[in-house]
C-alpha cells in the first residue's frame, strides 16, 4: 500500500488537488484528495459505504485465518461522502473486519473516518494491546491535522475501545473531546439521532455466532499439529491414543466456544477442564473396560494418561479463547495465565510422558 502523506509544506492556501487511486482493500477504490494548509498536508482518501465481493472475500479469508496480517486498511483520515467541518468523525482500526462493519453501519452519511494503526487487529483486542489508545490517537489527529479539516472538537470512539483510549488525557493534549459511541457499529444510525447510547446500545454480546466464527482462526492453527500427532499415533498402531488427540482438539477449539455461556465456572481454564474431561472419559472408561487383555495396571495407566492429557489440552485451547472475547478483562486474563499455566503444563507433560512408556512398551511386546 502507498504511505500516507504526513510532513511539512510551505505556506499554500486551501485547495482540493486530484491524484492517484487509494489503495485500501476496503475502500470504495475512488481517488483521495489533498487538503493543503498552512502548517500541515493532509491526505484525505474517500471511501464508502458499499461491500463489495472483494471485500466479503476478505472477510471470509481473514475469518479463515488465510494471510491473517494482510487484512489492513491504511492509516489515515477517510471521507464518506461530502463531508463539511461540522461533519462527525468517527475513528476506527485499521483492521478490515471493523473498518468495513463502520462503513457500512454509516452508509448515506457525510463523514470523516479516522483510522488508527492498530497492526490489522480489530478495536476490541487493540485496545487491550494498547495500540488502539490513546497515544496513537493524538498521533494520528497531528498526523493527519485534523484541527484544519473540521471545526469542532469531538471523536467518536468505539465503546469497546474504551480500555485504550484515556479521554480525559486525549483531551488535554489534543483538544479533541472523546465521545464513546455505542457497541455495535450497526447501532451508529440510531445513535447519532441523539449521540446518547440506550442500555442495549451498550450491553456487550457475545452470541453463538460470534462464537462459532473463531473457531475456523483457531482451528487453522493447530490442525497441521493434530493430524501429524494423530497420524504417528495411527501408524505405531495406537488408534485409540490417535482419536484421542482429535477429541481433545475438538473439545478446546469446537465444543468449549460454543457450549461457553452454560459451562459451570467463571474461569475459562475449568470450563475448558471440565469439557476435556467429558471427552476424556469415554477413552478412559474404554482403556479400563475395553483392554481386557491387558494387565490392570496398563489398563489404569491409559485411562490416567487420557484424562490428564485431554482436559490440559481443551484447557489450554479455552485460555486462548481469553483474547477473542468480551467476557474477560486483562487483569482477569493474567490471574488465569499465572493460576492455571502451570497445571496445565504439569497435567500434560505427565500425561505425555505416561503415553510414550506405555506405547513404547506395547512396541515392544509387539517385537
Known amino acids: ?90 475513528v476506527s482500526a485499521n483492521y478490515t473486519l471493523s473498518f468495513d462493519a463502520l462503513r457500512s453501519a454509516l452508509k448515506g452519511n457525510d463523514c470523516y473516518i479516522l483510522v488508527l494503526e492498530t497492526k490489522g487487529i480489530n478495536v476490541w483486542c487493540a485496545a487491550g494491546k494498547g495500540t488502539f489508545g490513546t497515544d496513537e490517537l493524538i498521533r494520528r489527529i497531528e498526523a493527519v491535522g485534523l484541527n484544519d479539516v473540521i471545526s469542532h472538537r469531538t471523536l467518536i470512539v468505539p465503546q469497546l475501545g474504551a480500555t485504550g483510549v484515556d479521554a480525559r488525557e486525549v483531551r488535554n493534549r489534543s483538544g479533541f473531546k472523546v465521545e464513546f459511541g455505542p457497541v455495535r457499529a450497526a447501532d451508529l444510525p440510531e445513535y447519532l439521532k441523539t449521540h446518547k447510547a440506550t442500555e442495549e446500545m451498550r450491553r456487550v454480546r457475545f452470541t453463538l455466532q460470534d462464537r462459532i466464527v473463531l473457531i475456523p482462526v483457531e482451528m487453522k492453527n493447530l490442525l497441521i499439529p493434530v493430524l501429524i500427532a494423530s497420524v504417528i499415533l495411527a501408524l505405531v498402531g495406537n488408534y485409540r491414543a490417535s482419536a484421542a488427540v482429535i477429541a481433545a482438539a475438538v473439545s478446546g477449539l469446537v465444543l468449549f466456544p460454543t457450549l461457553l455461556p452454560w459451562i459451570p465456572s467463571t474461569d475459562f481454564s475449568t470450563k475448558g477442564f471440565l469439557i476435556g474431561g467429558l471427552a476424556a472419559l469415554p477413552f478412559a472408561m474404554d482403556s479400563l473396560y475395553g483392554m481386557t487383555d491387558e494387565k490392570p495396571w496398563l489398563r489404569f495407566g491409559w485411562a490416567l494418561a487420557y484424562m490428564l492429557v485431554i482436559p490440559s489440552v481443551s484447557a489450554f485451547l479455552a485460555l486462548n479463547f481469553t483474547g477473542s472475547t468480551t467476557f474477560t478483562s486483562v487483569t482477569g486474563v493474567k490471574r488465569e495465565i499465572f493460576t492455571y499455566m502451570p497445571k496445565i503444563a504439569w497435567m500434560f507433560g505427565i500425561g505425555i510422558i505416561l503415553i510414550i512408556v506405555l506405547t513404547a512398551m506395547k512396541l515392544m511386546r509387539g517385537i
Open 1 to 90: 500500500m502507498n504511505k500516507i502523506l504526513e510532513g511539512q509544506t510551505e505556506t499554500i492556501s486551501k485547495e482540493f488537488v486530484k491524484t492517484g487511486s487509494c489503495c485500501s482493500s476496503s475502500s470504495s477504490g475512488s481517488k483521495p484528495i489533498f487538503t493543503l494548509s498552512d502548517q500541515a498536508q493532509t491526505v484525505i482518501k474517500s471511501t464508502s459505504g458499499e461491500i463489495t465481493f472483494s471485500n466479503r472475500l476478505d472477510h471470509f479469508t481473514a475469518r479463515m485465518g488465510v494471510k491473517r496480517e494482510q487484512h489492513i486498511v491504511e492509516p489515515g483520515l477517510y471521507r464518506m461522502g461530502t463531508p463539511t467541518k461540522e461533519s462527525p468523525v468517527f
